[in-house]
């Protein structure tokens, strides 16, 4: 009967609810390694987060400057020549699906624009557009505005191949005048996914070290001294300053701008002379052959970065592969889990077996205890040899392979831009819930039409775990889901066909 049971519990448990407590374990011992505590140089100067207007008058509408490159469409507007919105483009089952994440702002929302520059005191808001010119690799756009205390001309530089916009600044102060400019930039907005996600900081101090804090975790009165990269993440996207080639960034900081909106304020040094700086920007999604194109310190911002990436990358570019052959993602997960299933038969048949002769050992142990219960120590002599033939490491060692995968390829399935907005059947997005409910209905039911085949004892305990079970397959992706209720099928038959041919 305990064979039977630890049988029952591999097939059912060991694809999902083993595997997830150590991905568990190892995902908090990951996180303690590769995230560490930031290091934050504190200022005595306040930090600067209020934005004042100079009291003009609009004299006539936003003049719009659309940029269409490889990777998407960016729209520059005169109002704080800003970015008013960009779109990246992703190819699902031969479509185009535009991923915005920015929108137009109104005239009362002006503090939450994108690449603003502010001022102590009063800040421009209307510019002129003084030019448009190309370049082999990039688009180049032009603005100006006049002040009491300075003129300030701003040109954007939008990469055509890569998702790189640099914004060159050049500040010429009045005489006897001193300005600190600072530059303002919003965090990515997708609104399908605001109820499952969350905005955080993205941040590579001065000393190398790279870390996340949550927007429910970010403190507003830190500072970071000269950092390396700094902005804002989704789950899918990045917005953030990637280079600085003449030192613009003393300081930054983070302010909140809404519920949902977490703004980068980037500061500049103090000047009294005309400066010129040239920053980099990367706008776009967290996949990892866009990120290195920019700059190869943001692929540590992968939500499978860590010691298990080379495997997470490895079963992404399986998956990706099998993209091109079944252009549905759906499918491809459908496929890979069948491989993998095949690729860790031999681990499997080895954990049964181990499982089998632990069982019978355990029954030797029992047996052994029962005939020495007189004799204690004639009964541990016994026992241990015994537990000389047991091999509990070649039991568990499976396991654990077997949960470095799942934990690789749950990450992977969980946070996968290739996933957002791809259907399958009746499922209109694998990187969100399942709208109905039927994915994690499937796995419950199996693991209840398994429990039938218990004693009353075990029956109930299967019961309950597969009702605790199908519930937290309702918080998880269907891309995952997907992925578990496979590997339950494909477990069960193996385990079928296993005792079938006697192999187990």
């Not at 016994?382 to 390829?409: C, D, N, T």
């Not at 994915?439 to 199996?446: D, E, I, R």
């Amino acid at each position: 009967m305990v064979a039977k049971a630890l049988t029952i519990m591999r097939s059912i448990v060991i694809p999902a609810v083993a595997a997830g407590a150590i991905a568990f374990c190892i995902q908090s011992f990951l996180w303690r390694m590769f995230y560490t505590p930031e290091k934050i140089h504190i200022e005595t100067k306040a930090l600067k987060t209020d934005i004042s207007f100079a009291p003009e008058k609009r004299k006539k509408g936003a003049e719009l400057t659309e940029v269409q490159t490889s990777w998407g469409t960016c729209v520059f507007s005169t109002d704080g020549a800003s970015l008013e919105s960009v779109e990246f483009n992703r190819n699902d089952q031969s479509k185009k699906r535009p991923i915005r994440t920015l929108f137009p702002l109104s005239d009362t929302e002006r503090e939450k624009r994108t690449f603003l520059v502010a001022f102590d005191g009063s800040s421009p808001f209307f510019y002129d557009l003084t030019g448009r010119t190309s370049e082999s690799d990039c688009e180049l756009i032009s603005y100006q505005a006049q002040t009491s205390f300075a003129t300030i001309y701003k040109t954007f530089a939008v990469y055509h191949d890569i998702h790189k916009i640099d914004l060159i600044l050049r500040i010429v102060p009045t005489a006897g005048s001193q300005v600190n400019p600072r530059i303002i930039c919003a965090s990515p907005v997708m609104p399908d996914i605001i109820k499952y996600d969350t905005t955080s900081a993205l941040i590579l101090d001065k000393n190398d070290d790279f870390y996340k804090t949550a927007r429910t975790k970010l403190d507003t009165d830190k500072e970071w001294v000269t950092p390396a990269i700094f902005g804002t993440e989704n789950r899918y996207v990045i917005h953030a300053l990637v280079g600085d080639m003449n030192h613009f960034a003393t300081r930054a900081y983070y302010t909140f701008a809404d519920k949902r909106t977490v703004m980068s304020v980037i500061e500049g040094p103090v000047v009294d002379e005309e400066k010129e700086w040239r920053l980099s920007f990367y706008y776009g999604p967290k996949e990892e052959r866009a990120l290195s194109a920019v700059d190869p310190r943001l692929e540590k911002a992968l939500d499978y970065a860590g010691m298990l990436a080379p495997i997470s990358r490895f079963l992404l570019m399986i998956l990706n592969w099998l993209y091109l052959f079944f252009h549905n993602y759906g499918f491809a997960i459908i496929i890979l889990t069948m491989l993998l299933q095949l690729c860790l038969l031999p681990l499997t048949m080895k954990s049964d077996k181990a499982m089998k002769h632990n069982a019978e050992l355990q029954k030797k142990i029992a047996y052994l205890k029962n005939k020495y219960k007189d004799n204690p120590e004639q009964f541990e002599r016994e026992k241990m040899e015994l537990l000389k033939k047991m091999q509990g490491l070649s039991s568990f060692l499976p396991l654990v392979i077997q949960a470095m995968v799942f934990f690789a390829l749950s990450r992977v399935l969980g946070n996968a831009i290739e996933l957002y907005q791809s259907s399958l059947l009746w499922i209109p997005d694998l990187s969100a819930t399942d709208p109905y409910y039927i994915l994690p209905l499937c796995v419950m039911g199996g693991m209840l039409l398994r429990s039938k085949a218990e004693d009353a004892t075990q029956r109930i305990s299967m019961g309950i775990v597969a009702l605790v079970f199908g519930a937290l397959m309702t918080t998880l992706s269907s891309g995952l889901v997907l992925y578990i209720a496979c590997s339950s099928l494909y477990s069960g038959l193996q385990l079928r066909l296993m005792q079938y041919l006697k192999i187990v």
